[in-house]
């Protein structure tokens, strides 16, 4: 499965869109873009998924770009609930999940 | 709709102490995973089943044995707990290894201190 690059942390303000971004730059075609999220002391929670056009849900988008090197996730409209570490993951569908250190988002009142 | 439930939610075990981990999901999941996460670190699959009746290894199995004892459950096994081994478990369960089947639902987790 491809290495994934994110930031360990970013800060949002409540109420403003949350733009996290990941790096895989060794994706490969079979490869899909999973992103999860880990609310302090719980188990993951999925949150999207993508192969190469984007996807949103009630939860969030994921903006892949075309040559599917990098991609964002976006939560339009961020809540002091959404503070969390996220985990952008490549894998091909029979793979398992590897989990990096992700990134600590922080939504600020 | 319960999800994936583990019990114990706590425990502490003394070094050389064995215990058993269990994992329950009323999805209807053919696959279950354990993983563990160790503070301040991502989560490392320990062991999982594809399907009913199979297990294999993750990336660190090592001083843990599995057994899928049915659809629904996906124990983990201590036989001599060690210091090393204290960290926090989640159990995960999916469809199928499938794409778009193959979202994995997490449990609340199971926190472990050996002493």
């Known amino acids: 499965d491809a290495k994934t690059t994110q930031p360990p942390s970013m800060d949002c303000a409540e109420g403003r869109a949350a733009n996290l971004p990941c790096n895989h730059s060794t994706i490969s075609g079979n490869e899909y873009v999973y992103w999860y999220r880990q609310i302090h002391s719980q188990g993951p929670q999925y949150i999207i998924h993508g192969l190469k056009n984007n996807e949103t849900n009630e939860m969030a988008s994921l903006i892949i770009t075309e040559d599917r090197k990098s991609s964002t996730l976006i939560l339009p409209h961020a809540t002091l609930r959404d503070t969390a570490v996220y985990y952008c993951i490549v894998r091909t569908s029979g793979s398992r999940l590897t989990f990096g250190e992700g990134t600590q988002l922080t939504v600020n009142p | 709709n319960a999800g994936v439930t583990q019990t114990p939610k706590f425990q502490v075990l003394k070094t050389g102490q064995s215990m058993t981990l269990q994992c329950a999901q009323d999805?209807?999941?053919?696959?279950m995973y354990w993983y563990r996460q160790d503070p301040g670190m991502g989560l490392r699959l320990i062991y999982y089943s594809a399907s009913e009746g199979t297990t294999d290894k993750g990336e660190v199995p090592n001083g843990y044995n599995v057994s899928r004892l049915n659809k629904r459950e996906f124990s983990l096994r201590l036989e001599s707990a060690a210091p090393s081994q204290t960290s926090v478990y989640f159990c995960a369960s999916s469809e199928a290894p499938g794409v778009g089947k193959n979202i994995q639902y997490f449990g609340a987790g199971t926190r472990l201190s050996v002493l």
């Open positions: 999805m209807n999941h053919n696959s």
